[in-house]
């Protein structure tokens, strides 16, 4: 007779999970709503079930096991069939449509890990999504062309009553594999910087950052959308300054310049009240930023 197989507690990979991504169990227990003696108590019952350590201590911290790897692979997929079964059981029939606007650079991550959920979840509602610059997404924002518009938030600029900040993450110099850098430095030639139309935050950030540390600079290529950017990279032409979002695995991080500081991410609203279809979507993408932070 073959052995019958574990059928693992979802609710201690959950703990697993956010325990790993957040990078503490005591930081998981709080978003939780749990004890952190509960948290752990879910983490020993996910060992017992596995019937191996997924974790063990590195000095101060928890580090994953080899096995621990293994299994934070499938416990991600596990809990997204079913969070995504949940929302689809348990969702009202929500109908409407709504018009989502966003940066390019959230377009390979935002739009399959999230739409694509949603519209399962919530196949009556028609979400049409579009890709641009942000001063676009701001005006139609501000023109109620958009319900919902995620986009880059400057340091300076005020947010709109209705919107939220999702966080800040750091950007970062970003280059081709095989840029010389090393021949910049020596030879004090100005940098090629690859970057968008001004007005353009990143753009600033670059330059900025290369003013202050005295390094010359040059704009060897400039674009209206990200596409351009990476081809240009691809091409050899110079560098430029992102963040991790979009980044083609294909270029490489830039560590020994002076570094372009932080960004803020803003989900900002239309002026029109969010129905109920919005306000999933907003904490749907709320809860996409926070996990990625």
């Not at 997404?137 to 947010?159: K, M, T, Y």
């Amino acid at each position: 007779m073959a052995k019958r197989p574990v059928t693992f507690d979802a609710e201690a990979l959950r703990s697993f999970v956010t325990g790993i991504e957040l990078g503490s169990f005591v930081l998981a227990a709080d978003r939780l709503g749990r004890s952190t003696s509960a948290v752990s108590a879910q983490l020993k019952k996910l060992e017992q079930q596995a019937g191996t350590e997924l974790v063990q201590k590195s000095g101060r911290h928890l580090i994953l096991t080899e096995r621990g790897e293994v299994m934070l692979s499938y416990a991600r997929r596990i809990l997204s069939l079913n969070d995504e079964a949940s929302a689809i059981m348990l969702a009202s029939a929500l109908s409407g449509s709504l018009n989502l606007g966003m940066q390019e650079d959230f377009g390979e991550a935002l739009l399959p890990a999230l739409l694509g959920t949603f519209t399962r979840a919530h196949p009556q509602v028609q979400v049409s999504a579009s890709i641009t610059r942000n001063q676009q997404l701001l005006d139609g924002i501000r023109h109620n062309e958009f319900d919902l518009a995620v986009c880059w938030q400057a340091d300076e600029a005020p947010l709109f009553p209705s919107s939220r900040s999702l966080g800040r993450i750091p950007m970062r110099w970003i280059g081709p594999e095989n840029f010389d850098l090393k021949h910049y430095q020596q030879t004090g030639e100005p940098l090629p910087l690859l970057v968008f139309e001004a007005p353009c935050l990143m753009r600033n950030a670059a330059t900025t950052a290369l003013d202050k540390a005295g390094i010359p600079w040059r704009i060897a290529f400039t674009s209206r959308s990200l596409s351009g950017i990476w081809a240009a990279m691809s091409a050899g032409l110079g560098i430029t300054v992102r963040t991790d979002f979009g980044r083609p695995q294909t270029v490489r991080m830039l560590n020994a310049l002076p570094e372009p500081g932080e960004v803020g991410i803003s989900l900002h609203q239309g002026q029109t009240p969010p129905g109920e279809a919005a306000g999933y979507l907003i904490q749907a993408i709320s809860d996409f930023f926070a996990v990625r932070r």
